[in-house]
């Protein structure tokens, strides 16, 4: 079972930018495709990014697309979400999760099974 865990999330200035971290142990990581969500308080689970097992394709949310970039390097195990020019909104818990199909996490991402437990990213002005 692939066990996934986030890191990175930390204060930052409306305007920065953050990398997140998704990390995973086993040789099994380069068989998955990785997704990002975010929630924020009080509000829904969103799609954020998405990666296939081989680092592409790639999607984004609209909110975040021209600003954020997913990547990954099977080596590390580690898939990563470069966040730029953050805004208020984009505050909120990050998690990854995981899925051999890349369309499961695109499409249905309510049945996936394999999560982290999130990193918490604050914007403040």
């Known amino acids: 079972q692939l066990r996934l865990v986030e890191s990175g999330g930390r204060l930052v200035q409306t305007g920065g930018s953050l990398t997140l971290s998704c990390t995973s142990s086993g040789p099994a990581f380069k068989n998955f495709a990785i997704g990002w969500f975010r929630q924020a308080a009080g509000k829904e689970r969103k799609f954020v990014a998405a990666?296939?097992?081989?680092?592409?394709?790639?999607y984004y949310g609209d909110s975040v697309r021209g600003r954020f970039t997913v990547s990954r390097d099977n080596a590390k195990n580690t898939v990563y979400l470069h966040m730029t020019a953050l805004k208020s909104e984009d505050a909120a818990v990050y998690s990854c999760a995981g899925d051999t199909n890349l369309n499961t996490i695109m499409t249905n991402w309510g049945t996936l099974k394999i999560w982290g437990q999130g990193t918490p990213v604050t914007v403040s002005n």
């Open positions: 990666i296939g097992a081989i680092g592409r394709p790639t």
